[in-house]
């Protein structure tokens, strides 16, 4: 009983310092109008900048993007793959991987990174988004989130970088669970949306 009641403190009090230091676990969209004008100006600023091919990784509010926050301990919980000429993004949720309209997707993200990959060029994009298109239908790859993934099944972050998998080398050493607030580490981040200070 009394090993119980430590075990019980111990993770009461880990869970506290997680909290306390920690990014927030959950977080809420501004209340309107601001949440609109906030999604249209992200929009254009995504259409300005960005290419097909890039990576969207975002801080969304589902309860899947807080358990991703509470699990990484980092405040990004989604990664997602760019169509520009569609105005789509293609990524992979509990649904499987799907394809989503740009605006919807932005609309639902408290914060919004706009990455290119490391691999990308013009062609290379067009050829990853040609990929990630023939993905459209996979189930969504829960063991992979653990390091025993399947092959034909995509977690949002393992989506976006499988899709330039032919272009990246076995010195790059990519870990085998690739948490969203990684991608940078593989890419360059062109617009942030969360305001300099």
Known sequence: ??????????????TMLLISCGPRIVVKPPAEPLWSQQSKAWYAEVRKQGQSGDWLVIR???QGDHGVVAVTNIPL????????????VIESDATGVHR???GKFIHHAHRVLLIRPRW???????????????LVG??????????VGSKD?????????HVYHKHITP???????????????????????????
């Open 1 to 14: 009983m009394k090993n119980h009641v430590a075990l019980s403190a111990l993770l009461l009090l880990a």
């Open 60 to 62: 969304g509010y589902k």
């Open 77 to 88: 919980s989604h990664a997602a793959l760019l169509d520009l000429n569609a105005q789509v």
């Open 100 to 102: 989503t309209p740009l």
């Open 120 to 134: 990308w060029t013009k062609e290379r994009g067009s050829e990853a988004m040609k990929l990630a298109h023939s």
């Open 138 to 147: 996979k189930p969504y790859d829960w063991g992979g989130l653990v390091g």
């Open 153 to 161: 099944s995509y977690y949002c972050s393992e989506l976006a970088v």
């Open 171 to 197: 010195e790059e050493h990519l870990p085998r669970v690739i948490e969203p607030g990684q991608m940078f580490l593989w890419g360059k981040v062109l617009w942030d949306s969360r305001p300099r200070n």
